[in-house]
Each structure stands twice: as C-alpha cells, then as structure tokens.
C-alpha cells in the first residue's frame, strides 16, 4: 500500500519535469541543437598560389607593376570595384576555382589585353543545368523564374543572375541557416546593392533613384520588419518548388496586405520559414515544429506565451518534487 503510493506519486512529477526539461532546454533554442555547418574557409584551395598571380593586384587596394620604358616600379590604385577579398573568396561557393577557370588564361599579361573585355562571361545554367548533382537547387526552374522577372523583362540580357550573385562572394545562405537574422540581413543585401547604391542601380536602367525608405512609408516600424523580412517575401511570387522564389513581380503586384504574415496562415511559412517548416514536418508534425521555431509573428502563432506557460510548469513540477521528498522525510521520520 504504502509502497504503491510512492511509485504513483513518484511517476508524475518526474515525467513532468523530464518533458520539461527537454522542452526548455532544446525547444527554446533550435539553432543550439541544430548541426554547425563545415567549417571551410581554412581548406586551403588547390589553386592558391595560382590565385596569388591575380590577388596580387586585385587583392588589394594598390597594386604595382613595372614600366618597360621608364624601366621603374609604378604604384597604381586599383579601382575598388576591382578588388576582391580573399576571405571572402574562399568562403564562397565557387571557392575551389581558380580565377582562370571563368576568366580567360590571357588574364596572366598586364595591361590586359583589350578585347577580353569583349567575352561574355559563362552563366550558371551553363554549368549547373540539367546536372544531377544540383538538382535539389532547380537552377532550370530559377532560370524560368527569372526571366519572367521585372528585371529581366525590363533590363534584358544586361541583368544576369551575376548581378545578384556576386561572382566572387555568393555563398549559400538560407539552406544552411544557423542564425535566421544573419539570413535575412545576407538576403536583403543582394538587393540592397542596387537599391541602396544609385551608382550600381543606373548601369542598368535610367530611371530616376528609387527612395526606398519613402516607397515603403505605408509600412509601421521600417526598420524592424526590413530584419525580420526580406525583400523577396513581399516582392517575389511564391513558388513552391523553389527555396527561394526568383520572379520578382512588378511593384504594383507585391504584398501590402498585413493580414498576409500577420495571420494563422502566415505567407511567411511557405517562404522564409519554408525550409525549417519542411524540414520538421517529418518528425515533429507540422504545428509544432513551427510553434518550437524561433519564428513568432505576431497573430501567427502564440510562442512567447507557450514558452511562459511551459516555464510554469517546469517550476511548478520542481516545486511537486521538492514538496514531495519533503514530506517522505517527515514521514519516514514518524515511522
Ligand atoms: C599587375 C596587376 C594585375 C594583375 C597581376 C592582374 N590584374 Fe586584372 N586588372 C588589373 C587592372 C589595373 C585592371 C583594370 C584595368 C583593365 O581593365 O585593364 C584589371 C582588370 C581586370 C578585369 C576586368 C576587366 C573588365 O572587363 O573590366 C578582370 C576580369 C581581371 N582583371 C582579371 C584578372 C585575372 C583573372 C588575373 C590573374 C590571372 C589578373 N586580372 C591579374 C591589374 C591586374
Ligand atoms: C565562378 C566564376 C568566377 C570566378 C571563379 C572568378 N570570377 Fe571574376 N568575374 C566573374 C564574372 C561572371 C564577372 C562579371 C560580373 C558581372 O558581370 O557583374 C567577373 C568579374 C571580375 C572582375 C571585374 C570586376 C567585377 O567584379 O565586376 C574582376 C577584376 C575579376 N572578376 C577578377 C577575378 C579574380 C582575380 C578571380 C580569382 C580570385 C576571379 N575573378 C574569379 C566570374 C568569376
Ligand atoms: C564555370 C562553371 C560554373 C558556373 C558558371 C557557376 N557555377 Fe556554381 N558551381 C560550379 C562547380 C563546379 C561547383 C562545385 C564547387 C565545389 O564543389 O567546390 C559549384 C558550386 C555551386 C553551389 C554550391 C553547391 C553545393 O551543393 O555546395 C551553388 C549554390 C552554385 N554553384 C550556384 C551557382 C550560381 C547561382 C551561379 C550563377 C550565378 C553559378 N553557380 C555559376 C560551377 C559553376
Ligand atoms: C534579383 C536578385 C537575384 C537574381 C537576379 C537571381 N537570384 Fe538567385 N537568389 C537570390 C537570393 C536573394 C537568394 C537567396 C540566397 C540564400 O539565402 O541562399 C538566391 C538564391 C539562389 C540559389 C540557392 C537556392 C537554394 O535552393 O538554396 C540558387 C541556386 C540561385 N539563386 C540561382 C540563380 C540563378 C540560376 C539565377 C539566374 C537565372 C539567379 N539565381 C538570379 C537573388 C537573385
Ligand atoms: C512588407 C512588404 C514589403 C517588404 C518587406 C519590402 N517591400 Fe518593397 N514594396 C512593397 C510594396 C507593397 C510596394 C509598392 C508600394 C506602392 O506602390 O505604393 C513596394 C515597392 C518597392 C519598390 C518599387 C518602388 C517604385 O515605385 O518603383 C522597390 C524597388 C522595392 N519595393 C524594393 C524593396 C526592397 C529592396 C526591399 C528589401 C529591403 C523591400 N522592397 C521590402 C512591399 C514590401
Ligand atoms: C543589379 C542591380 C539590382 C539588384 C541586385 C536588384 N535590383 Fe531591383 N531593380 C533594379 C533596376 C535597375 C530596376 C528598375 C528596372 C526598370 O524598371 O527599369 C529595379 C526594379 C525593381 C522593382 C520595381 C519594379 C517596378 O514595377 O517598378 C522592384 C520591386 C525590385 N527591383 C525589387 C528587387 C528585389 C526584391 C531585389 C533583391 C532580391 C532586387 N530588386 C535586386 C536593379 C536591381
Ligand atoms: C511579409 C510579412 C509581413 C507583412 C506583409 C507585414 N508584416 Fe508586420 N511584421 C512581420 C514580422 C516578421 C514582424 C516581426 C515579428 C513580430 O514582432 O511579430 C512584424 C512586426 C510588426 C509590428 C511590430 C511588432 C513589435 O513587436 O513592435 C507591427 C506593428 C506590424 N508588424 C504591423 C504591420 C502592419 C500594420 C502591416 C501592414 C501594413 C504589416 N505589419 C505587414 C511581417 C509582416
């Protein structure tokens, strides 16, 4: 009798405090659980001392050369769009290059010869269409995409994928995401590029410089939604195939509706949090793994009071315990 009621009571608060446990220290912070991404920016690339020929110039802000007639060291600076960092080189995609894989071996003579400016460069789709190995990426798809784009109806040929991916620094973002912020911040500064940078945006197009900051007026606190969204969500059709939608739809077309992300159906789950919400729906069905997330947008869902309400417990369960080995003592005292 006496020993049955011990089991009982015994059983419950621990279950409470182990499932709480477990609820507090990994669902409130997914990122801390989630695998880190391979370090890679120390593999050192095969072709680095082959780079260095090219980084010697155009790895910094100066580069020098000798004059065959004046026969002197001549310092020159080189012009800063010219210059890349090999930081962030070698923690790009295309990392593993060599700088003469996509520019032509010519590259090595200075000055230049002048008709390689003339060569087109290669596209994405040239080496990355139709492969197996990229599949999961649906670069055929994106390419589509894309080309029913504003930009590539409104700029043609002129706007390559290029423009956005920068060559020599595009990494995959979203995909690997660790830190949902830091995503965002990367994403939005593709567009920001141009649309914060009127000398990048006129090599495209004569229009007069788009005010960002007064296009969005209608928008309540800017800033806050600039880092908790990114561009794409508002202005990119939603695709469900791709990670990440590609055909930014003219401005009269985009999201204005709060009601949008500010609702149970939030669009934001069929785009920024698309991944984490695939991702988890396997194995801890769809709600709750959304509802673990770290995503909360207000009238989406009710994390921040989940999170209280489990904190409660938790210490109510740990209070039960305490309470309960409290009162064996005394009794054992009595026996
Ligand atoms: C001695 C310094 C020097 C070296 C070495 C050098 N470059 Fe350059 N590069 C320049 C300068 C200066 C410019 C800008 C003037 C010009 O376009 O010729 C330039 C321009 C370029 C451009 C842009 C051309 C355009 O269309 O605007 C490319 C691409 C380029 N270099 C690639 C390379 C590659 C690849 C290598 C290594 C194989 C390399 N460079 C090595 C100095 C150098
Ligand atoms: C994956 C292909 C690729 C690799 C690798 C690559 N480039 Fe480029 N690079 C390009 C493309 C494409 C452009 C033209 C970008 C555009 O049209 O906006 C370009 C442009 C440039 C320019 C002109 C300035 C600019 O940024 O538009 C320079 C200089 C340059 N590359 C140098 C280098 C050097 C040096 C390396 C090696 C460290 C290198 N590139 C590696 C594809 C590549
Ligand atoms: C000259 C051929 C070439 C071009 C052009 C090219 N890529 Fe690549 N790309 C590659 C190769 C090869 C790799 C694999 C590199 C490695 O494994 O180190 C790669 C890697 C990648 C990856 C990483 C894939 C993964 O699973 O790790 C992405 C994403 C990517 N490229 C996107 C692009 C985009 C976007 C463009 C156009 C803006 C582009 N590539 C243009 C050849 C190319
Ligand atoms: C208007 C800007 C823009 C243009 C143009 C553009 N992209 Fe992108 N692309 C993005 C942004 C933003 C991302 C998100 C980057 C991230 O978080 O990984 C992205 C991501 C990607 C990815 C990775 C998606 C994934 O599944 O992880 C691929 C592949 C890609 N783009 C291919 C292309 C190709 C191919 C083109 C040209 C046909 C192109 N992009 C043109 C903005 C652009
Ligand atoms: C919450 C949704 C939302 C977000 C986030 C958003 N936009 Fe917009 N944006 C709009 C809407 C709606 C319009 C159309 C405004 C109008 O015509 O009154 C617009 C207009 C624009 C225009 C066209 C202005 C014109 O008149 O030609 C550009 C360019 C633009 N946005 C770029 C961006 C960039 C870049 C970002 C990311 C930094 C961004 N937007 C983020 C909803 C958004
Ligand atoms: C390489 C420069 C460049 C980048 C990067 C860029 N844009 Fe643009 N964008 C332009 C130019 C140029 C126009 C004007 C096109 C025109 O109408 O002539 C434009 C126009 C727009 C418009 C207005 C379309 C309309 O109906 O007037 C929107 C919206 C827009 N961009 C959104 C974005 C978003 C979102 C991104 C990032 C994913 C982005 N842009 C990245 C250059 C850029
Ligand atoms: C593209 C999705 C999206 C659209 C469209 C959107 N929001 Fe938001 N909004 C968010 C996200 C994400 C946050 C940040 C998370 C949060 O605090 O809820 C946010 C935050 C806010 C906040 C700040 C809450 C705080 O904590 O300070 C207000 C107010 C707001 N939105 C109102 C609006 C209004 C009004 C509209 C329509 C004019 C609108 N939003 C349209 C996604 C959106």
Not at 88 to 102: G, K, L, P, Q, W
Not at 248 to 276: A, G, T, W
Not at 282 to 299: E, K, M, Q, T
Not at 312 to 330: E, K
């Amino acid at each position: 009798m006496k020993y049955k009621y011990w089991r009982r009571s015994r059983v419950i608060p621990f279950t409470l405090l182990l499932s709480n446990l477990v609820y507090v220290s990994f669902g409130l912070d997914p990122a801390a659980s989630a695998p880190l991404v391979a370090d890679t920016a120390f593999t050192k690339s095969a072709f680095y001392d082959q780079n260095e020929q090219c980084f010697r110039c155009h790895g910094n802000s100066k580069y020098t050369y000798f004059n065959p007639v004046s026969e002197k060291d001549v310092s020159a600076t080189m012009c800063e769009n010219r210059v890349i960092h090999r930081n962030e080189f070698y923690t790009a995609n295309h990392r593993s290059f060599a700088c003469v894989d996509c520019h032509a071996a010519e590259y090595d003579t200075f000055p230049h010869p002048g008709q390689l400016r003339m060569e087109a460069p290669y596209n994405c789709i040239d080496c990355h269409g139709y492969d197996e190995q990229y599949a999961q990426y649906h670069f055929e798809e994106i390419e589509e995409e894309f080309q029913q784009s504003t930009h590539y109806t409104a700029n043609g040929d002129a706007f390559t994928c290029w423009k956005c991916h920068n060559p020599h620094t595009y990494r995959i973002n979203i995909r690997n995401s660790t830190s949902m912020q830091q995503s965002i911040a990367y994403d939005n500064q593709i567009c920001l590029n141009c649309h914060s940078d009127f000398e990048r945006f006129q090599l495209l197009s004569d229009r007069e410089e788009i005010n960002l900051i007064q296009k969005h007026e209608w928008l309540p606190n800017q800033g806050l939604h600039f880092s908790q969204v990114r561009c794409i969500e508002c202005h990119a059709r939603l695709n469900d195939s791709l990670m990440v939608a590609h055909r930014i739809m003219p401005k009269d077309k985009s999201v204005k509706r709060c009601v949008e992300c500010h609702s149970q159906n939030s669009l934001l789950m069929s785009s920024l949090y698309k991944f984490q919400a695939k991702e988890s729906r396997s194995d801890a069905g769809f709600l709750n793994s959304i509802i673990l997330n770290d995503a909360f947008v207000i009238g989406a869902n009710r994390n921040i009071i989940l999170n209280r309400i489990s904190l409660i417990v938790f210490f109510a369960s740990l209070g039960l315990m305490l309470m309960h080995l409290l009162l064996r003592m005394i009794f054992k005292r009595n026996d």
